[in-house]
């Protein structure tokens, strides 16, 4: 008997597996279940978008004291046209990205490959801006600043990136 039936046969892992065994395609099975580790992403996905929400919400309340920090100047506009249009840019910019989290999220849970690896790719590039705001602005990560969305970023890409949700998002793949 091999190793590797030897195994499948036991249900357990080893501790340290050869790299071969790791990189190694799922096989074609369309008929397997949604395993929890992607609605678990998927769940996380969306509760970053309610983060998300209630950032805007208080950025927008919060608006005229970051507007008197940095300055905003928009040709065509007085200051306070300026601050005004200033936020409506930003809401909207970030209302998009909210929405895109929301399909990418929905199309997880259908099942799609692609809109896994968009989701761990921002959630990559999101905790590397994370680091590099505290390396270099000495920016403290606290509940208010960024601690909420990374540790959502990290558990999003532990979910997503596990074997069972890699493998339910290629279950139709044929080699």
């Given at each position: 008997m091999t190793d590797a039936a030897k195994r499948a046969a036991s249900g357990k892992r080893p501790a340290y597996e050869p790299a071969r065994e790791l990189l190694r395609r799922p096989g074609y099975r369309p008929e397997m279940t949604r395993p929890p580790t992607t609605v678990a992403g998927a769940v996380l996905v969306f509760l970053r978008v309610v983060v998300g929400v209630l950032w805007l919400g208080e950025l927008a309340l919060n608006w005229n004291v970051v507007a008197t920090e940095t300055s905003i100047d928009l040709e065509g506009f007085t200051s306070d046209?300026?601050?005004?249009?200033?936020?409506?840019?930003?809401?909207?910019?970030?209302?998009?990205?909210?929405?895109l989290d929301i399909v990418l999220g929905v199309l997880i849970l259908r099942g799609l490959n692609w809109?896994?690896?968009?989701?761990?790719?921002?959630?990559?590039?999101?905790?590397?801006?994370?680091?590099?705001?505290?390396?270099?602005?000495?920016?403290?990560?606290?509940?208010?600043?960024?601690?909420l969305t990374t540790a959502l970023d990290t558990l999003i890409l532990l979910a997503l990136s596990s074997r069972s949700a890699a493998a339910y998002a290629r279950r139709n793949e044929r080699r």
């Amino acid at each position: 008997m091999t190793d590797a039936a030897k195994r499948a046969a036991s249900g357990k892992r080893p501790a340290y597996e050869p790299a071969r065994e790791l990189l190694r395609r799922p096989g074609y099975r369309p008929e397997m279940t949604r395993p929890p580790t992607t609605v678990a992403g998927a769940v996380l996905v969306f509760l970053r978008v309610v983060v998300g929400v209630l950032w805007l919400g208080e950025l927008a309340l919060n608006w005229n004291v970051v507007a008197t920090e940095t300055s905003i100047d928009l040709e065509g506009f007085t200051s306070d046209e300026a601050v005004g249009v200033g936020l409506w840019i930003v809401v909207g910019i970030a209302s998009v990205i909210l929405v895109l989290d929301i399909v990418l999220g929905v199309l997880i849970l259908r099942g799609l490959n692609w809109p896994r690896v968009v989701v761990m790719l921002f959630a990559v590039i999101s905790i590397c801006s994370a680091f590099t705001a505290w390396w270099l602005d000495d920016l403290e990560i606290t509940l208010t600043t960024s601690l909420l969305t990374t540790a959502l970023d990290t558990l999003i890409l532990l979910a997503l990136s596990s074997r069972s949700a890699a493998a339910y998002a290629r279950r139709n793949e044929r080699r």
